[in-house]
């Protein structure tokens, strides 16, 4: 089993910017994928960002220009950087590791983001 530790959700105004952290273990962080999901209020949950091993990205049409994933394999941590925040990005976000492009074989408990208006 792989566990994942995200930290840094937490409450914010919209316009407003927040930065989630996840921590994987070491023996595996430099082969696989990384990526965030997100569980809006009675919705299913959808990715939001990936980053592949070697560094390529993809993100949702509605992140895009307003969030960054990053990785730091010296710390086997995957960030994303979440800017310009609006309502509709309250949500669990999950920490997913796997394979490309989906990044959903492993799972984290997930951190809740709250957007305020």
């Known amino acids: 089993q792989v566990q994942l530790v995200e930290s840094g959700g937490g409450l914010v105004q919209a316009g407003g910017s927040l930065r989630l952290s996840c921590v994987a273990p070491?023996?595996?962080?430099?082969?696989?994928?990384m990526g965030w999901y997100r569980q809006a209020p009675g919705k299913q949950r959808a990715l939001v960002a990936a980053?592949?091993?070697?560094?390529?990205?993809n993100y949702s049409t509605s992140v895009k220009g307003r969030f960054t994933i990053s990785r730091d394999n010296a710390k086997n941590t995957v960030y994303l950087q979440m800017n310009s925040l609006k309502p509709e990005d309250t949500g669990v976000y999950y920490c997913?590791?796997?394979?490309?492009?989906?990044?959903?074989?492993?799972w984290g408990k997930g951190t809740l983001v709250t957007v305020s208006s």
């Open positions: 997913t590791a796997g394979r490309w492009p989906d990044v959903m074989d492993y």
């Open positions: 070491g023996s595996i962080f430099r082969l696989i994928a």
């Open positions: 980053i592949s091993s070697g560094g390529n990205t």
